[in-house]
């Protein structure tokens, strides 16, 4: 098993930044894919952003792009969300998550583990 612990959300002004973390303990080696997802209220849970274990690699959703930065830490199985430039379509409950292949990073169906997720409000 693989447990995923994250931290960071909380309430942010239209534009302001928020940055969340994910320490992944366990069988680390099953964790090849670290990233996030964000679940709004009355919505598909929807792929937000994740990166390669080695943290050479990375994705982001359209909405997302140029604005939340994905990064990692290898030496303490931690990842980072750095989100700038808040718009109240942000808010939702964001979930990080792990996958054992590069390729099983999109789909939630093909999520291997998540976390028990964090309250992101972007407030205008």
């Known amino acids: 098993q693989v447990q995923l612990k994250e931290s960071g959300g909380g309430s942010v002004q239209v534009g302001g930044s928020l940055r969340l973390s994910c320490s992944a303990s366990?069988?680390?080696?099953?964790?090849?894919?670290m990233g996030w997802f964000r679940q709004a209220p009355g919505r598909d849970r929807e792929f937000v952003s994740a990166?390669?274990?080695?943290?050479?690699?990375?994705d982001y959703a359209d909405s997302v792009k140029g604005r939340f930065i994905i990064s990692r830490y290898k030496t303490n199985s931690t990842a980072f969300l750095q989100m700038n430039s808040l718009r109240p379509e942000d808010t939702a409950v964001y979930y990080c998550a792990s996958s054992s292949t590069w390729g099983r990073r999109k789909d939630p169906r093909d999520i291997d583990f998540w976390g028990q997720g964090t309250q992101v409000t972007v407030s205008s």
């Open positions: 366990g069988r680390t080696p099953w964790v090849q894919t």
């Open positions: 990166i390669t274990w080695t943290g050479l690699t990375t």
